[in-house]
């Protein structure tokens, strides 16, 4: 559906270029946005492979198990249906790691194959499951210690003080997690109470 909206958003973008003589200025921009786009890849690869390098350092040196084992009794409340040593619970906790060091693009593949387990678990009914809801929204607020991304593309363009989103971010995200965490519950709460699993 999502392609549908931007193939659409395209289209009408070319057709009133066209109609308003501005296909000139809607060719400069596709280059020129193409251009910025590589530029902003390849700035972007140096951080991001500069992350992944220290979490895999973090992961040698047992500093991911350490906060594993830290946040498991959290995530084991948030996640009452999931055992302890299912491999559902390892994603959850490598996926939310890696998004509160703003590694995005690592966290994907964890969320997916979480959310792969947590279907195993729910005998891939299509209907989402507790647990199914619960991750999403944890993954869509997304608590966020160091949004290395952010910094890079700030970096990229030359901001005076790239770091300086470290503090808004970690105040946004943490109210962003706090409030999926209370509407989750919430609607869980209220569902359970109207006789609906």
Not at 32 to 43: D, H, M
Not at 133 to 140: G, K
Request: glycine share 8%; proline share 5%; with cysteine.
């Amino acid at each position: 559906m999502v392609n549908y909206i931007w193939i659409g958003m395209t289209l009408i973008g070319l057709v009133f270029a066209a109609i308003n003589g501005k296909m000139k200025d809607v060719n400069e921009a596709i280059f020129q946005s193409a251009n910025e786009a590589v530029t902003l890849c390849i700035g972007l690869i140096s951080i991001l492979v500069f992350w992944l390098g220290i979490m895999r350092i973090a992961q040698d040196s047992g500093l991911l198990d350490k906060f594993s084992r830290l946040f498991r009794p959290i995530i084991k409340r948030l996640f009452p249906e999931v055992p302890e040593n299912h491999p559902a619970m390892g994603y959850i906790l490598s996926n939310i790691i890696a998004n509160m060091f703003g590694l995005g693009n690592a966290a994907t593949p964890l969320g997916i194959k979480a959310m792969e387990q947590l279907k195993e678990l729910n005998g891939g009914r299509p209907v989402a499951s507790r647990s199914m809801i619960t991750f999403l929204a944890l993954n869509t607020s997304g608590l966020t210690l160091i949004p290395t991304t952010v910094i890079a593309i700030r970096m990229n363009y030359h901001s005076a003080s790239p770091t300086e989103i470290v503090g808004p971010t970690l105040l946004a995200t943490t109210i962003a997690t706090i409030a999926a965490i209370l509407i989750d519950r919430y609607y869980y709460y209220k569902r359970t109470r109207n006789g609906v699993k």
